[in-house]
């Protein structure tokens, strides 16, 4: 997909400067070290959501008024530092240290017993964990380690399975398990690891699953499922997985061709594509604009498999 400079534009007068940062990454390609990228990148600590969501951490590392680390949704410790790493916080900040050693060291007896017990189920938990846990810079913590060995075990032994979804594979599980496995780069990932990404990939674009939601479940397909979504927690949408995978290397995979195609049938005619935010009142306000979102998120997607002249 050629991108137009009118599209690029758009996205770079947003005031989101997280938006304007993967702007100028993703769709020019600019190198991180380009003297505009590293002051969009500056800018993301200064203004905007991230200072907003960093304002109310606590110098424990995690964030009140909350019941628990998981609640309530969407604003307590997990989640507020599941969307720091989405805006490209910087990992090396005090701050996100702290909120990430905070929650490896909430969850690290539940991640040994889990490994210990050979349980399953909540990889859309720990896909997460793992997501910000490596964006802060942790790899090689055991407490990490043991969550990419769950990971593994859940994608590899258990094919995702989830109690939450009548003891079926689960997509959404699927989908976050990789989105933390994708963090690993790819050098580093051991031969189990690529096996768990692999098998990933496999159940979810098999066929034309992808577009047509048609996983293992006892209901319909989730309404969110084929909305073009920001931000999501535990959930996965159509768009979500496309990500993961264009991440993955992974958009030449057969069962990935018809779900590209529906995202190019989405776009509008003036060039961009419509997003939704179904817990916009739920987690912290001011996240940017939904429709710059999905529409950086569409044509990081996108881009090279297309031409377009917006």
């Known amino acids: ?96 240290r702290r909120g990430a050693a905070h929650m490896l060291e909430a969850t690290e007896a539940e991640a040994v017993e889990n490994v210990v017990r050979e349980a399953y189920g909540l990889s859309c938990f720990w896909g997460n964990v793992l997501r910000y846990a490596l ?8 407490r990490v380690d043991r969550i990419i060995e769950y990971l593994v075990q859940d994608a590899v032994d258990w094919q995702w399975r989830c109690k939450h979804n009548w003891d079926l594979s689960c997509a959404w599980g699927a989908a976050r398990g990789l989105f933390g496995l994708a963090s690993i780069p790819a050098e580093k990932r051991s031969s189990s690891v690529r096996e768990a990404i692999q098998k990933g990939l496999d159940f979810l674009l098999v066929g034309e699953r992808l577009v047509q939601g048609r996983f293992p479940d006892e209901g319909r397909v989730h309404k969110m499922w084929s909305r073009l979504n920001f931000p999501l927690f535990y959930q996965a949408d159509v768009l979500f997985v496309l990500r993961v995978a264009a991440e993955l290397v992974a958009l030449d995979h057969p069962g990935a061709q018809p779900a590209l195609t529906w995202l190019r049938a989405r776009r509008m005619r003036n060039g961009r594509w419509r997003g939704a935010s179904p817990y916009r009142r739920r987690t912290w306000p001011e996240l940017g604009d939904v429709n710059r979102w999905v529409s950086l998120h569409a044509a990081y997607i996108l881009r090279g498999t297309q031409d377009w002249s917006g």
């Not at 380009?34 to 800018?43: G, K, T």
Request: glycine content about 6%; overall charge negative.
């Open 1 to 96: 997909m050629k991108v137009n400079e009118g599209f690029v534009d758009w996205l770079l007068a947003s005031p989101t400067p997280s938006i304007r940062y993967f702007t100028m990454v993703h769709l020019p390609g600019r190198e991180r070290d380009d003297a505009e990228v590293l002051a969009a990148q500056r800018e993301i600590m200064r203004q905007g959501p991230v200072p907003a969501i960093l304002q109310a951490q606590t110098e424990r590392g995690d964030w009140q008024p909350e019941h628990s680390y998981y609640t309530p949704k969407y604003t307590s410790t997990h989640w507020s530092m599941l969307l720091l790493a989405e805006l490209n916080a910087d990992g090396d900040d005090p701050r996100l």
């Open 135 to 142: 964006h802060c810079g942790l790899a090689g913590d055991p």
